[in-house]
């Protein structure tokens, strides 16, 4: 195997192992993938302006998020059916995440049950939802994320339904066989396109999360937030936190690269909440960067599907030990002693 010394190593590792379809899959973005691009040329643009004489040795990386010690200030984000990369599917990304420990963020979409993802994990595990129509489903689904002791649901708001992936569509991608969402009470599932036009929620609005405040008690944050107006709804709302985020590129060719929309959502937060940003993150001066603008912690998607390709629970150990390093030189190497204290949990819920 050649040498894996960066998070690009891992992807082109990766792309020579996993099938051309699932290869796809994983890094196809909408339309003509304009956003999925800006994420990354946001990032290659970006430079924060180093301190000097700060008499650091070795930056502390930890950080607090939701009343949870984070050991970094990165996740793994929610991606969908780990099981098509490599076959322990989400335990091996757990166990992987378990080392450093990395938070964990789980898919709605998993492909194994909830309970075995929690037995091996070792951070702070948290899930992903999707709204479904049928609100008995995502009952069903955050009844098992509470049985498997999950600490916060993350809301995704930027997919009403999966959008036109045309990698996808120019291949025909069904869900290799015994691929299942099986956290769900209806767990066949062919075509993710399809399924999500027919399951999710077609007109979801800000009562969904009253709803969902009536029941569940776990902490509620909103991922896929781009404008600042809504970033102060869901804080007026009573979400525990906010993740900017565009999906990766994959729902919305034109959303502006994630990066970029940062700066103006964390100064309409003003601290009343954590502000997470995902897209585009691939080494630890991104890391750096995001949180320069005012992020207080991180998602990386993609890179943990290339560990997991690469090397199952070893490989994504590989990617976060990698990206843990980068982030403490880059700390070290800038004169930021430490990560910046989040906002504690918002205290009144009042919706507007
Ligand atoms: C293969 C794949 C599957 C994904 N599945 C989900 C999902 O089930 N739920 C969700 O909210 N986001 C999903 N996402 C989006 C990620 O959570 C995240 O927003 C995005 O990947 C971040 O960008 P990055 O890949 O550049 O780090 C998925 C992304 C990928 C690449
Ligand atoms: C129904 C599958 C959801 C996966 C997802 O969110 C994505 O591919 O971006």
């Given at each position: 195997m050649t040498s894996l010394l960066t998070l690009h190593d891992y992807a082109a590792e990766a792309s020579r192992r996993l099938s051309p379809p699932v290869w796809d899959f994983i890094e196809g973005g909408q339309g003509d993938e304009r956003s999925l691009r800006a994420n990354r040329e946001a990032f290659e643009r970006a430079t924060v302006v180093p301190r000097v004489l700060t008499g650091t040795a070795e930056p502390e990386t930890g950080t607090r998020i939701l009343g949870a010690d984070w050991a970094v200030p990165f996740a793994i984000a929610p991606t969908a059916f780990h099981a098509m990369v490599h076959p322990d599917g989400e335990r091996a990304t757990a166990r992987g995440a378990a080392a450093l420990p990395v938070p964990y963020v789980v898919s709605?979409?998993?492909?194994?049950?909830f309970a075995d993802i929690a037995a091996v994990a070792g951070g702070p595990l948290w899930l992903q939802l999707y709204a479904f129509a049928d609100r008995g489903v995502t009952r069903h689904v955050i009844g098992q994320a509470e049985a498997a002791g999950m600490g916060a649901l993350m809301l995704t708001v930027d997919a009403p339904r999966l959008a036109r992936r045309l990698r996808d569509l120019r291949r025909d991608f069904r869900l290799p066989p015994?691929?299942?969402?099986?956290?769900?009470?209806?767990?066949?599932?062919?075509s993710p396109g399809e399924h999500s036009r027919r399951a999710f929620a077609p007109a979801l609005d800000w009562g969904e999360l009253a709803w969902l405040r009536s029941v569940t008690e776990l902490p509620l944050l909103v991922k896929g937030v781009a404008a600042a107006e809504d970033a102060a709804l869901a804080v007026a709302h009573g979400v525990d936190g906010i993740v900017v985020s565009n999906h990766g590129g994959r729902q919305f060719s034109a959303a502006p690269a994630t990066l970029d929309l940062l700066p103006a959502v964390v100064d309409r937060v003003a601290g009343a909440v954590p502000v997470l940003l995902d897209g585009g993150i691939r080494g630890g001066s991104d890391v750096l960067v995001a949180l320069d603008r005012g992020a207080d912690a991180v998602l990386v998607g993609r890179p943990v599907l290339h560990g997991l390709a690469v090397g199952g629970a070893g490989g994504v150990r590989g990617v976060l030990d990698l990206l843990a390093e980068e982030l403490s030189e880059a700390m070290l190497m800038a004169g930021r002693p430490r990560v910046r204290p989040a906002p504690a949990r918002s205290p009144v819920p009042s919706p507007a």
């Open positions: 709605t979409m998993a492909s194994v049950p015994g691929i299942r969402a099986v956290n769900l009470p209806d767990a066949d599932l062919v």
